[in-house]
């Protein structure tokens, strides 16, 4: 997961997927592990939350580099659902990263959204 601004697009599908159903799986120390920001692990083990984190601060410093970010995202975007075929290859790995790391964030936010228990009042 900390690679997927560098790897192709297909494989951050497959692994996103994966950290997606498992995040689903009603498993406590699976949620645990997958969903909650705030778990204690020993020095040298990083959370899913962590890894994110660092992906984010390197997606900050590597768009820098991208002019036309907003333009060239949503052609990318585009070229993803099939309605472009003129996308740049410049930077085209990142952009595709950036587009899965946004999807996958919404995913899990709806899952944890849905895990939540009810407030029994």
């Known amino acids: ?38 778990i204690h692990l020993s020095h040298s083990s990083r959370s899913l939350f962590s890894v994110l984190i660092r992906v984010m601060g390197e997606l900050m410093q590597r768009i820098q580099q991208v002019s036309n970010l907003t333009d060239r995202l949503l052609n990318t975007r585009r070229n993803l659902l099939g309605l472009d075929h003129d996308a740049r290859l410049e930077h085209l790995t990142l952009l595709k990263g950036v587009i899965i790391l946004e999807e996958f964030c919404k995913e899990l936010a709806a899952i944890a959204f849905v895990k939540l228990p009810l407030d029994q009042d």
């Open 1 to 38: 997961m900390g690679r997927i601004l560098e790897q192709p697009y297909e494989l951050n599908l497959q692994l996103t997927a994966v950290l997606s159903r498992l995040s689903a799986f009603s498993h406590p120390l699976l949620h645990e592990y997958l969903l909650n920001p705030y």
